[in-house]
C-alpha cells in the first residue's frame, strides 16, 4: 500500500502549483488589464529511481498562453483612460528596453513627458519611439491610437497637433506569454520580438478601462475542485495506512 500513498502523495504536491495560480488568479480580479493565462494538467509519467521503476506518478503541466477575452470595460471619462478593443495589445517598453505588450490602458505623463501605463512602461508609438508631449499641452486619445496634443492657451476651437500613435497590434492569430514583469510576450520567441499584426482592425475605446477577465465565481469553482482533490487524496493516504495496519494484525501470532 506504500505505492498508494506515494502516489496520492505526489498527487498533492504537483497540485500545489495549480493552486498557486488559482491564487494568483484571485488576487488580480481588480488589475486593470489582467489577463488570465495557466491552465494546469495532470500527466502520468514514470518515477525514476532505485526501487522506484514500476511506480507511475503524476505530474502537473503548465500552459502559460494569454487568454484575450475581453474584462468588464468600466467608463472612467478620464481622458487617459483607453480600453484596448477586442484582442489588440499595446506595445510597451519593458525595464530592460525590450519590446513587449500590454493590455493595461490606464496612461499618464510622466515628468519627462513621456506616455507611460500606470505601472510606469513607457508607451511606444508606430516606429517604436516613445510618444513624447510637448510641456504644457493637454493630450487627448482618438479612436484609432491618434495622441493628440492641444496648446491650452489656445482657443478651444484650435486644432491640435498628432505627436504620436499608439503601435497597437492584433494579437488573434498569435499566442502570447507572460513575461517575469508581468507584459506579454510572443510565446516560444526571443525577448522584444515583435508581433505581426493580425487581420482584424486595432483602436481602443477612450474614457474607459477594461478589467481583469477573471471572474470570481468560475475561480472559486476551481479552488474548490482543487480543495475537494487534495481532500480526497489526503483520505487516500489514510485508509492505505488502515490497510496496512490491518494486515500486520493478520500477522501476529496468536497466544
Known amino acids: ?11 498533492i504536491t504537483e497540485q500545489t502549483l495549480a493552486r498557486q495560480h488559482m491564487v494568483n488568479e484571485l488576487a488580480n480580479m481588480s488589475t486593470v488589464g489582467f489577463k488570465r493565462s495557466y491552465d494546469m494538467a495532470m500527466q502520468s509519467i514514470t518515477a525514476e529511481g532505485a526501487g522506484f521503476s514500476s511506480r507511475i506518478q503524476p505530474r ?17 471619462g ?3 483612460d483607453v480600453a484596448v ?3 489588440a495589445v499595446l506595445a510597451v517598453s519593458a525595464e530592460d528596453g525590450t519590446l513587449a505588450y500590454t493590455r493595461r490602458g490606464d496612461l499618464r505623463v510622466n515628468a519627462r513627458g513621456a506616455l507611460e501605463t500606470g505601472n510606469g512602461y513607457l508607451v511606444r508609438g508606430e516606429g517604436g519611439n516613445t510618444i513624447n508631449v510637448p510641456p504644457g499641452f493637454v493630450i487627448t486619445i482618438n479612436p484609432d491610437g491618434n495622441v493628440v ?5 489656445l ?17 488573434s492569430n498569435a ?3 507572460r513575461r517575469m514583469d508581468g507584459l506579454f510576450e510572443v510565446a516560444g520567441q526571443e525577448p522584444g520580438t515583435a508581433l505581426p499584426g493580425g487581420p482584424a482592425p486595432s483602436g481602443v475605446t477612450p474614457g474607459a478601462l477594461e478589467g481583469s477577465n477573471v471572474t470570481a465565481v468560475s475561480a472559486m469553482v476551481r479552488l474548490m475542485d482543487l ?14 495506512r488502515q490497510i496496512d495496519e490491518s494486515g500486520a494484525t493478520m500477522l501476529r501470532p496468536t497466544t
Not at 496634443?149 to 492657451?153: L, Y
Not at 480543495?227 to 492505505?240: A, L, N, P, Y
Open 227 to 240: 480543495s475537494r482533490s487534495f481532500e480526497q487524496q489526503i483520505k487516500i493516504i489514510k485508509e492505505s
Open 85 to 87: 478593443n477586442g484582442r
Open 60 to 76: 502537473a503541466v503548465a500552459k502559460d498562453i494569454i487568454r484575450l477575452e475581453g474584462g468588464t470595460v468600466m467608463a472612467t
Open 155 to 171: 482657443p478651444p476651437t484650435t486644432r491640435g497637433q498628432t505627436v504620436g500613435r499608439l503601435m497597437l497590434r492584433d494579437a
Open 175 to 177: 499566442e502570447l506569454a
Open 149 to 153: 496634443a492641444r496648446d491650452p492657451a
Open 1 to 11: 500500500m506504500d505505492r498508494l500513498a506515494f502516489t496520492a502523495a505526489a498527487a
Open 78 to 80: 478620464r481622458v487617459l
